[in-house]
């Protein structure tokens, strides 16, 4: 079981040192996809859950780039649907259907912006 992790000369910070417990162990923070990945490379599970469409965008394109090929991966995706919750699962961004997000981050934004601009 892998007990550090030491990173160095990533794009949101130039260094950083974790050690893990046994069991389950959360890092939060403004990672980048470059980030995730190099975690992932380096033997620890990760599990990324978010709405950001660009975030997701990026870690699609650098796992096909030859320095992250060797990193397993999976996408999905949960959608309304007529009887509760639709789950899609597949090894691209594009397997897991379309971004609601996407479209209610922007109406939040436009919203955000009838606020503060009458």
Same mark, same amino acid.
């Given at each position: 079981?892998?007990?550090?992790?030491?990173?160095?000369?990533?794009?949101?910070?130039?260094?950083?040192?974790?050690?893990?417990?046994?069991?389950?162990?959360?890092?939060?923070?403004?990672? +980048?996809? &470059?980030?995730?990945? %190099?975690? $992932?490379? #380096?033997?620890?599970? *990760?599990?990324?859950?978010?709405?950001?469409?660009?975030?997701?965008?990026?870690?699609?394109?650098?796992?096909?780039?030859?320095?992250?090929?060797?990193?397993?991966?999976?996408?999905?995706?949960?959608?309304?649907? +007529?009887? &509760?919750?639709?789950? %899609?699962? $597949?090894? #691209?961004?594009?397997? *897991?259907?379309?971004?609601?997000?996407?479209?209610?981050?922007?109406?939040?934004?436009?919203?955000?912006?009838?606020?503060?601009?009458?």
């Amino acid at each position: 079981m892998r007990t550090r992790l030491a990173l160095k000369n990533l794009t949101v910070f130039s260094e950083a040192d974790f050690e893990f417990a046994s069991g389950l162990n959360v890092i939060v923070g403004e990672n +980048g996809a &470059g980030t995730i990945l %190099q975690s $992932g490379m #380096s033997g620890i599970q *990760v599990f990324v859950a978010t709405h950001n469409l660009f975030l997701m965008r990026e870690l699609d394109l650098l796992l096909k780039h030859d320095e992250f090929r060797e990193v397993r991966s999976r996408f999905f995706g949960l959608h309304p649907s +007529g009887d &509760g919750v639709a789950f %899609q699962q $597949g090894n #691209s961004i594009d397997d *897991v259907g379309t971004f609601d997000a996407l479209q209610e981050e922007l109406n939040q934004s436009d919203r955000c912006m009838d606020v503060v601009i009458p």
